[in-house]
């Protein structure tokens, strides 16, 4: 059983920062891309940004400049630092993982998401 649990998420004010992390955890052998989606009322989950397994980020173009992915492969962690936020950045945040999972010597790859944490951006 694999688990992507999120935290960090909440409410600040245009031009303020926040910082969202995401822990994988269970029978793990491998993680390889993780990312960050983000779904706001009415709208399509879109990509927000993603990282290889050897550290190398792709953003969306709507957050380049101003977020950063990065992640900790020791802790099976994925970070999302948002700096000089937007209004438009209000979302629920989803995590996202393509794992490699181990149960009774069977291995398997799963592309798995979090529940989602919230993100509000007040003007």
């Known amino acids: 059983q694999v688990q992507l649990v999120e935290s960090g998420g909440g409410l600040v004010q245009a031009g303020g920062s926040l910082r969202l992390s995401c822990a994988a955890s269970g029978s793990i052998f491998n993680i390889n891309n993780m990312g960050w989606y983000r779904q706001a009322p009415g709208n399509q989950r879109e990509l927000v940004a993603t990282?290889?397994?050897?550290?190398?980020?792709d953003y969306a173009d709507s957050v380049k400049g101003r977020f950063t992915i990065s992640r900790d492969n020791a802790k099976n962690t994925v970070f999302l630092q948002m700096n000089n936020m937007k209004p438009e950045d209000t979302a629920v945040y989803y995590c996202?993982?393509?794992?490699?999972?181990?149960?009774?010597?069977?291995?398997?790859?799963?592309?798995?998401w979090g529940q989602g944490t919230q993100v509000t951006v007040s003007s």
């Open positions: 996202n993982a393509d794992i490699v999972a181990y149960s009774s010597a069977v291995y398997r790859r799963t592309d798995y």
């Open positions: 990282i290889t397994n050897i550290g190398r980020p």
